[in-house]
T-cell receptor, first 114, second 114 residues
Framework: DGGITQSPKYLFRKEGQNVTLSCEQN?????MYWYRQDPGQGLRLIYY???????QKGDIAEGYSVSREKKESFPLTVTSAQKNPTAFYLC?????????????FGEGSRLTVL | AQSVTQPDIHITVSEGASLELRCNYS??????LFWYVQSPGQGLQLLLK??????LVQGIKGFEAEFKRSQSSFNLRKPSVHWSDAAEYFC????????????FGAGTRLAVHP
């Protein structure tokens, strides 16, 4: 079945460590996104990529980095510069930037900083 | 700036009762509006979307939503709630960057009493 796979599902990190969250999709979608979800705040866009080897900052990109070397993969690195990294991270993809409007989401990765 | 407000953080209804979840948006042009549902610990699934045309849109799982430009609202409704509808519901509007750069509301958590 086609879909989006995020790993790991749960991750614990010590302060000062970088951590990379994996996101892989087999939907052949051009666009991919990373959102952060905090209780009571909805989802906020971290980074997005419309095509391979190109990505743009979202609303809360500070302390995060991404790469898009392959169409199906869009890993997110949470760096030690991110002041409050404990959150639920969601990866999504869409066919493109056209009017379909539908984002397909993975099941998320929960990061806890100890 | 574009924004989405979901006034109700938590709603509890009895199984079989009707449901209305409120969503108000702020957007300068014709909005593209969405409702997503999230089960605990999962990603989001698109329920329905409005781009143009008929202001009453039908979605999956028996949900519908009505776009009211005069009230800047896009409320989600269901005539008879099932226990499996217990989840968190997010309203979203397409932001200035394009159709798929969504701005989400903070969410409404729905509990269903048997």
């Amino acid at each position: 079945d086609g879909g989006i796979t995020q790993s790991p599902k749960y991750l614990f990190r010590k302060e000062g460590q970088n951590v990379t969250l994996s996101c892989e999709q087999n939907l052949n979608h051009d666009a991919m996104y990373w959102y952060r979800q905090d209780p009571g705040q909805g989802l906020r866009l971290i980074y997005y990529s419309q095509i391979v080897n190109d990505f743009q900052k979202g609303d809360i990109a500070e302390g995060y980095s991404v790469s898009r070397e392959k169409k199906e993969s869009f890993p997110l690195t949470v760096t030690s510069a991110q002041k409050n990294p404990t959150a639920f991270y969601l990866c999504a993809s869409s066919i493109g930037a056209g009017p379909s409007g539908e984002l397909f989401f993975g099941e998320g990765s929960r990061l806890t900083v100890l | 700036a574009q924004s989405v407000t979901q006034p109700d953080i938590h709603i509890t209804v009895s199984e079989g009762a009707s449901l209305e979840l409120r969503c108000n948006y702020s957007y300068g042009a014709t909005p593209y509006l969405f409702w997503y549902v999230q089960s605990p610990g999962q990603g989001l699934q698109l329920l329905l979307k409005y781009f143009s045309g008929d202001t009453l849109v039908q979605g999956i799982k028996g949900f519908e939503a009505e776009f009211k430009r005069s009230q800047s609202s896009f409320n989600l409704r269901k005539p008879s709630v099932h226990w499996s509808d217990a989840a968190e519901y997010f309203c979203a509007v397409a932001g200035p960057g394009g159709y798929n750069k969504l701005i989400f509301g903070a969410g409404t958590r729905l509990a269903v009493h048997p």
